[in-house]
């Protein structure tokens, strides 16, 4: 955190976790997982990771396609600086506009400071508006005090905020006094403090006990490895095919589809292999006599060696 002259090391933690209960969809009848493949929507075919690329929809349903380059050519901020624009009053903060929320620890070096800081924004009962590189992307957020800790609360942008539109709520419609009297008393019957250990998620607490006994009776399905796709060994196939073509095209200076990159390219370069097989096959034939060829002359010289020098003697 920056502020002022003043730079204060810290450690973001994440404050939040969800406890919400997660279903797998399964098959019912083996307990299968369920799965999804990504496919094409104009020619149906599956399409690897390698070929997907990112697309913006434009209002009139035209898609623009973006390349790796045009996000590159994006603004993008990579400092993990928290740097402090202004202390604002914290009923100006709607908390609709609170994101998610992050605990702030301090290095040792910087316990002074962070001190110093957590007392100012306590005493001034002020939020400090800062702005934050999150995952690349800078974005607005807080800083206030909770429980002896500052908590780094990011923002939506203010046009993330949906206006409420109700034709049922524009009429000049407003309770009489009488029944504003009553709706008082009755607030005043139910107020109290607030207490998070009060209220308990029931629904949680039923799915995880539901599960239990099902697990003691022995309502258990025993679920087989799921078979390898053969459209994953293909996906990867093509891709090796691709990353040879390539290379291949760097080393001669050609382009990649001259190579046959193309999985049409490769289909066509697997028919044609039978072909070079047969000449391969002819030429190892040939070089196979020629060297029985050889082999038979030079014993017959070895032979006529032996003889004449048996002879000599």
Same mark, same amino acid.
């Given at each position: 955190?920056?502020?002022?002259?003043?730079? $204060?090391?810290?450690?973001?933690?994440?404050?939040?976790?969800?406890?919400?209960?997660?279903?797998?969809?399964?098959?019912?009848?083996?307990?299968?997982? @369920?799965?999804?493949? *990504?496919?094409?929507?104009?020619?149906?075919?599956?399409?690897?990771?390698?070929? @997907?690329?990112?697309?913006?929809?434009?209002?009139?349903?035209?898609?623009?396609?973006?390349?790796?380059?045009?996000? /590159?050519?994006?603004?993008?901020?990579?400092?993990?600086?928290?740097?402090?624009?202004?202390?604002?009053?914290?009923?100006?903060?709607?908390?609709?506009?609170?994101?998610?929320?992050?605990?702030?620890?301090?290095?040792?070096?910087?316990?002074?400071?962070?001190?110093?800081?957590? #007392?100012?924004?306590?005493?001034?009962? *002020?939020?400090?508006? $800062?702005?934050?590189?999150?995952?690349?992307?800078?974005?607005?957020?807080?800083?206030?005090?909770?429980?002896?800790?500052?908590?780094?609360?990011?923002?939506?942008?203010?046009?993330?905020?949906?206006?409420?539109?109700?034709?049922?709520?524009?009429? %000049?419609?407003?309770?009489?006094?009488?029944?504003?009297?009553?709706?008082?008393?009755?607030?005043?019957?139910?107020?109290?403090?607030?207490?998070?250990? %009060?209220?308990?998620?029931?629904?949680?607490?039923?799915?995880?006990?539901?599960?239990?006994? /099902? @697990?003691?009776?022995?309502?258990?399905?025993?679920?087989?490895?799921?078979?390898?796709? %053969?459209?994953? $060994?293909?996906?990867?196939?093509?891709?090796?095919? *691709?990353?040879?073509?390539?290379?291949?095209?760097?080393?001669?200076?050609?382009?990649?589809? #001259?190579?046959?990159?193309?999985? %049409?390219?490769?289909?066509?370069?697997?028919?044609?292999?039978?072909?070079? /097989?047969?000449?391969?096959?002819?030429?190892?034939?040939?070089?196979?006599?020629?060297?029985?060829?050889?082999?038979?002359?030079?014993?017959?010289?070895?032979?006529?060696?032996?003889?004449?020098?048996?002879?000599?003697?």
């Amino acid at each position: 955190m920056s502020f002022g002259l003043v730079n $204060v090391p810290v450690r973001l933690f994440s404050a939040t976790e969800n406890h919400d209960v997660q279903f797998r969809q399964v098959h019912e009848k083996d307990g299968g997982r @369920i799965k999804y493949q *990504r496919v094409c929507s104009i020619d149906g075919e599956e399409v690897p990771y390698s070929d @997907i690329a990112k697309g913006y929809e434009a209002p009139d349903g035209q898609m623009v396609v973006l390349t790796d380059e045009d996000l /590159k050519s994006l603004p993008t901020r990579s400092t993990k600086e928290i740097s402090i624009e202004k202390f604002v009053p914290s009923e100006q903060i709607d908390p609709l506009l609170f994101d998610k929320s992050y605990y702030l620890e301090p290095d040792k070096t910087g316990l002074k400071p962070y001190v110093l800081l957590r #007392d100012a924004l306590e005493k001034a009962d *002020r939020m400090a508006l $800062v702005t934050v590189s999150v995952r690349t992307r800078m974005t607005l957020a807080v800083l206030r005090v909770r429980d002896g800790v500052i908590v780094l609360q990011t923002l939506l942008w203010a046009d993330e905020v949906r206006t409420p539109e109700f034709e049922s709520l524009s009429e %000049e419609t407003h309770a009489t006094a009488k029944e504003l009297a009553m709706a008082s008393s009755l607030v005043d019957s139910l107020s109290g403090d607030y207490e998070p250990d %009060e209220f308990e998620d029931d629904y949680a607490e039923a799915v995880t006990q539901l599960v239990a006994t /099902k @697990i003691e009776g022995g309502e258990l399905t025993e679920t087989p490895e799921a078979k390898g796709e %053969e459209t994953e $060994v293909v996906d990867l196939l093509a891709a090796l095919q *691709r990353s040879v073509d390539k290379a291949k095209a760097a080393r001669t200076g050609g382009s990649p589809s #001259d190579s046959g990159s193309s999985d %049409e390219g490769a289909a066509k370069k697997t028919a044609s292999k039978p072909a070079p /097989k047969t000449t391969a096959k002819k030429a190892t034939t040939k070089t196979a006599a020629k060297k029985a060829t050889a082999k038979k002359t030079t014993a017959k010289k070895s032979t006529t060696k032996k003889a004449a020098t048996k002879k000599a003697s």
